[in-house]
């Protein structure tokens, strides 16, 4: 069943009573309407934000105390492994074009004509091919890859312990200005 509606009372020109019993903000005293306290949380947030702009960016200085080598090491290695498999995708991508252009060819065949002896007989039966290539370049990018991880991470700990003896590096951090 619905609630009954409010019907306008007789000489009071068309001014309907709260149906509710609820009192006015006027006659509730000193809680002000949400409207009007929203507002006044508005114009102070603004007046905060226009004398923080005022003052210019805010700036901290910093001392870098200690580097954990366990994350320098999980980090480099990270960088390391996919600097190896960009060198492998590049390395493959680079022989397929020299072939497709007989490089490769050409370069196989000097090698054999070069190596000839003087009386005819076969030279050195060295052939460039795609596993000697991206074989040894996997091979150099694995070996990086153990030597920069280890460098990395070497070097945390020679930065520990210098940073103990001279207090660290210095760092001066800022917002950004908009």
Not at 40 to 59: I, K, L, N
Not at 95 to 110: K, R
Not at 147 to 169: H, K, M, P, R, S
Request: hydrophobic fraction near 50%.
């Amino acid at each position: 069943m619905s609630a009954p509606a409010a019907h306008a009372v007789p000489g009071t020109a068309g001014a309907a009573a709260p149906v509710s019993g609820g009192a006015s903000a006027q006659q509730a005293g000193s809680a002000a309407p949400p409207r009007v306290q929203v507002g006044e949380a508005v114009r102070s947030a603004r007046q905060t934000v226009s004398a923080a702009a005022s003052r210019g960016p805010r700036r901290a200085r910093l001392q870098l105390k200690k580097v954990d080598p366990w994350s320098v090491m999980k980090f480099s290695f990270a960088v390391s492994l996919v600097l190896f498999i960009a060198s492998i995708v590049a390395t493959s991508i680079l022989y397929m074009v020299l072939g497709a252009l007989g490089v490769w060819d050409s370069l196989n065949e000097t090698i054999s004509t070069v190596t000839a002896g003087q009386d005819g007989s076969q030279g050195v039966d060295l052939a460039i091919t795609a596993k000697m290539v991206i074989g040894g370049s996997a091979l150099l990018g694995a070996v990086n890859m153990v030597l920069f991880t280890a460098l990395a991470t070497l070097g945390a700990f020679i930065y520990n312990v210098c940073a103990d003896l001279v207090g660290g590096v210095e760092l001066t951090l800022a917002e950004r200005n908009q």
